[in-house]
Structures are given as structure tokens and as C-alpha cells.
């Protein structure tokens, strides 16, 4: 009986507020744009950018191994910092759930 009673007032304020709400809904879903109109302008504005580095490339006579290297050195700096972290940290915890 109470749980009758309960779920009848739950829904009843579901109900008023999604009647509340449903104005601000409705404003919200047609200022905005859709999501994958949002991700198709992105992938435009990186292609436009990254269009650029080639041509800045050239202007400074930075030859592609340079690049190449110093791009490869930096994922290996990162990625070893992180694999000693999370190693700390597997220990760590590896520790505490020692008796």
C-alpha cells in the first residue's frame, strides 16, 4: 500500500517536471547544433591547420627525419613516464594488500 502510494508521487513529480521542462528541452535541442555537425566542423578545422605545417615545414628548411625523431622521442618520453607511474602505483597498492 505504501509502495503504491510512493510510486503514485514519484510519478506524479516526474510528470511535472518533465512538463516544466519540456519548454527548456525544446530551446536547448534547437539553439544547439547536432553533435556530428560539431565533429564535422572540428575534422575541417584540423584539416585547414594541419594543411599549414607542410608549407611551415618547407619555409624553415626542417627536414622530415628531424621531425620524425623529435615526434618518436616525445611519445617515448611519455610513454615511459607513464609506465613507471602506473607501476608505482601497482605497487603501492600491491603493499597495502600485503597483511
Known amino acids: 500500500m505504501v509502495n503504491a ?3 503514485g508521487f514519484f510519478n506524479l513529480v516526474i510528470g ?3 512538463t516544466i521542462l519540456a519548454p527548456i528541452d525544446s530551446l536547448i535541442n534547437s539553439a544547439i547544433p547536432q553533435f556530428g555537425n560539431v565533429l ?9 591547420i594541419l594543411g599549414f605545417i607542410p608549407w611551415g615545414l618547407s619555409w ?3 627536414p622530415a627525419t628531424t621531425l620524425t625523431f623529435v ?6 618520453k611519455i610513454t615511459t613516464s607513464a609506465t613507471i607511474h602506473i607501476i608505482k602505483l601497482a605497487l603501492a597498492w600491491w603493499r597495502t594488500l600485503k597483511p
Open 5 to 7: 502510494i510512493l510510486n
Open 16 to 18: 511535472l517536471v518533465s
Open 40 to 48: 564535422t566542423n572540428f575534422a575541417n578545422f584540423l584539416t585547414y
Open 60 to 62: 624553415f628548411h626542417i
Open 71 to 76: 615526434i618518436y622521442y616525445l611519445i617515448a
